[in-house]
């Protein structure tokens, strides 16, 4: 794992960041919750990084305003280069 994507993967992890395993199953995280769908074979699944990148950004645009996935850029959570090294995690699963 790079530096970058291991950076991604602890403000995935931490949960006064992405705190994405309060809502979706990641390999190597534990007590995930199931609201949100397993992030497994995202490489294949979006071919196109901006796409993912786009989704954690604010996931309102492909899964609608009611989708309960916080909009992590557009609410300010989370920065662009945070999402970026998130996103470069996300490649590894
Ligand atoms: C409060 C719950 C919640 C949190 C926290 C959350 N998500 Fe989600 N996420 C969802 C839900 C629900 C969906 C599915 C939306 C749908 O299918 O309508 C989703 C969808 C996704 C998808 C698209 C998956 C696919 O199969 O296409 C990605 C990627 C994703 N989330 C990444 C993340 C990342 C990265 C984080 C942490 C930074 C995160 N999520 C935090 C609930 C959450």
Redesign the pocket.
Known sequence: MTKEEQEGKD??FAKS????L???AIAGGNLA?N???A?IA?KI??PNKED?FK??WD?RE???RG????P?GDHKI?TKEE?EK?VDY?YTL
């Open positions: 403000l995935a960041k992405g705190n994405c309060a809502c979706h919750g609201i949100g769908p992030l995202m699944r979006y993912l989704v954690v996931p492909k899964f609608g989708v309960i996935m916080p992590f989370l999402i998130i996300l």
